[in-house]
């Protein structure tokens, strides 16, 4: 039986102007997912990978990497934790959502 592994990344999810959580990224087949490392009370954030509408990744506004995830409805902000990971990062979301990501 085989094992795959899943990659996570760490990020910090904006939560309002001065409150961040600080979250776990993992995509797989149908879901991108944000779950809250230490805040129990913080539900986790679970998206269909088609209701995203497009992600932006912003390598020029903070120390950090800017990560914009837009639906219809909602627009999620955060930020890379490991900029070690942020290549990784971007050939997964391109390999995911191709012409609905983008780099700036």
């Given at each position: 039986m085989a094992m795959t592994l899943k990659k996570a990344w760490k990020i910090k999810l904006k939560e309002g102007f001065f409150k961040t959580v600080d979250c776990e990224l993992t995509l797989d087949e149908t879901l991108l997912i944000m779950t809250p490392l230490e805040d129990?009370?913080?539900?986790?954030?679970?998206?269909?990978?088609?209701?995203?509408?497009?992600?932006?990744?912003?390598?020029?506004?903070?120390?950090?990497?800017?990560?914009?995830?837009?639906?219809?409805?909602?627009?999620f902000v955060a930020q890379l934790l490991d900029p070690m990971f942020e290549e990784a990062l971007i050939l997964e979301f391109h390999g995911v959502f191709q012409s609905r990501f983008q780099v700036i």
């Open positions: 129990h009370h913080h539900p986790s954030v679970e998206l269909e990978i088609s209701e995203i509408v497009e992600i932006t990744m912003n390598r020029k506004v903070h120390n950090n990497t800017e990560i914009e995830i837009r639906t219809n409805q909602f627009i």
